[in-house]
């Protein structure tokens, strides 16, 4: 069973940066195909950035595009969400999620099968 915590998240105003890490633990703990989701209240979860082949191909929303990078590290187990010029649009409960079934977009979230309990971000103006 894989095991996802992410943490990082907090209250920032708009024009800031957070960081958030997302540890993996369990079977193949972080498996090939990662992603960064968030959640509005009211509002469907969205794909925000994944992460492939150990690294070499990444994804993201055009919304986040040029603002949030993400990255991994192997050797820790984690995979991190680098968030710059944040807006108060951006603030939702984020989460990780790993275990990507073969097809399907990757901002789709039936395409993972495990996710973390996530964390909230929140970006005043």
């Known amino acids: 069973q894989v095991q996802l915590v992410e943490s990082g998240g907090g209250s920032v105003q708009a024009g800031g940066s957070l960081t958030l890490s997302c540890a993996g633990s369990?079977?193949?703990?972080?498996?090939?195909?990662m992603g960064w989701f968030r959640q509005a209240p009211g509002k469907e979860r969205e794909g925000v950035a994944a992460?492939?082949?150990?690294?070499?191909?990444?994804e993201y929303t055009d919304s986040v595009k040029g603002r949030f990078t993400i990255s991994r590290d192997n050797a820790k187990n984690t995979v991190y969400l680098q968030m710059n010029s944040l807006k108060p649009a951006d603030t939702a409960n984020y989460y990780c999620?790993?275990?990507?079934?073969?097809?399907?977009?990757?901002?789709?979230?039936?395409?993972?099968?495990?996710w973390g309990q996530g964390t909230q971000v929140t970006v005043s103006s």
């Open positions: 999620a790993t275990g990507c079934t073969y097809g399907g977009s990757w901002y789709r979230p039936s395409k993972y099968r495990y």
């Open positions: 369990g079977y193949t703990a972080l498996r090939n195909c």
């Open positions: 992460i492939f082949n150990g690294g070499s191909s990444t």
